[in-house]
């Protein structure tokens, strides 16, 4: 049977006693030993629990510093004996999820370099968070930039501007090839009202 005191397990079948006599001194000495066992049971559990809280506020900490995302497991461990630090971490993900957008929606690698800049440059100096900012908005620049959608980007704006006029020329040719064709193969006489004109007119013969 397991007695729960103070938030810790005490699993009683770990405990070994004699059974005593029906003196009231032995009967105090197995009250004490018990009491004994419990304090030292209640003692180990919160060092365990307290290694354990240190373990994970290390984990967590590591990552934030690191620039990483937690997972919801850490997510909640943090919201719940930390709610201050989880506010700010929501925050810290929501920069680096806007950031991760214009990454995406860059024309260029020159473009991507200016987005980075840019973010960064517009992080407060006495921002207590500055430190963790920096390492998350690092981290989706580092990703973005090993995808393959960033090395199937030109190198400058410039050519980005030029690969989008020679295909929107490209594009202006073709309709206009289709247009003519279209005319030349355009046919009047096979238009159902004009024929029917055409066949309701008079025939004239005119002499040899």
């Known amino acids: 049977m397991d007695k729960v005191l103070l938030g810790a397990s005490i699993k009683m079948e770990n405990f070994n006693f004699e059974v005593p006599n029906d003196s009231k001194k032995d009967r105090a000495r197995l009250g004490e030993e018990i009491a004994s066992k419990i304090r030292e049971q209640v003692r180990e559990s919160s060092n365990d629990k307290s290694q354990n809280d240190e373990k994970m506020m290390r984990k967590i900490m590591a990552k934030l510093k690191s620039g990483k995302k937690l997972t919801t497991k850490e997510e909640n461990y943090l919201k719940q004996h930390n709610p201050e630090l989880y506010l700010q971490y929501l925050r810290i993900r929501r920069m680096a999820e806007a950031l991760e957008s214009r990454l995406k929606n860059a024309d260029s690698k020159e473009e991507v370099n200016d987005i980075i800049m840019e973010s960064l440059s517009a992080i407060l100096d006495k921002d207590p968070y500055k430190e963790y900012i920096i390492a998350a908005l690092d981290e989706v620049a580092k990703e973005f930039k090993n995808s393959d959608g960033y090395e199937a980007l030109p ?16 594009e202006g040719k073709n309709d206009s090839s289709d247009d003519k064709n279209s005319e ?25």
């Open 155 to 170: 190198a400058t704006s410039e050519e980005a501007s030029e690969k989008a006029g020679s295909f929107g020329k490209s």
């Open 184 to 208: 030349d193969d355009f046919d009047p006489m096979s238009w159902s009202p004009l024929q029917e004109i055409v066949d309701s007119m008079p025939t004239i013969d005119f002499p040899a």
